[in-house]
């Protein structure tokens, strides 16, 4: 009734690895579809300002902790920086220096 053949194997509508190749294709189309949704996305939500706080100023905190005038620089320029978008009424600003970071306080 069957006959036993050598060689190549049987051909049938899905060889052993062309469904692997096919799930494999499926989920990178998947994966780069999501990816181009991705900036559309991302780019509808450009001009959103933070939102004021339910009970007065905005609350921020920035971290000193290595021995690097830059960096201590760096600390100072972006307290300046939220306090001229926000407002210096609206805004409490604390520094916290640790470790290394305290000698920007000499």
């Not at 989920?27 to 949704?37: D, M, P, S, T």
């Not at 300046?80 to 916290?96: F, M, P, S, T, Y």
Request: aromatic share 6%; proline share 7%; no cysteine.
């Amino acid at each position: 009734m069957f006959e036993a053949t050598r060689g190549n194997p049987p051909r049938g509508p899905i060889r052993g690895g062309d469904e692997m190749k096919r799930t494999i294709i499926a989920a990178l189309l998947a994966a780069g579809a999501a990816f181009a949704a991705t900036p559309a996305a991302l780019a509808q939500n450009t001009t959103t300002t933070a939102a004021a706080p339910a009970a007065g100023k905005y609350r921020v905190v920035f971290q000193v902790s290595d021995n690097d005038p830059a960096k201590w620089n760096l600390a100072l320029n972006n307290a300046r920086n939220v306090q001229k978008d926000l407002g210096k009424e609206n805004v409490e600003i604390e520094i916290v220096a640790y470790g290394p970071g305290l000698n920007m306080l000499k």
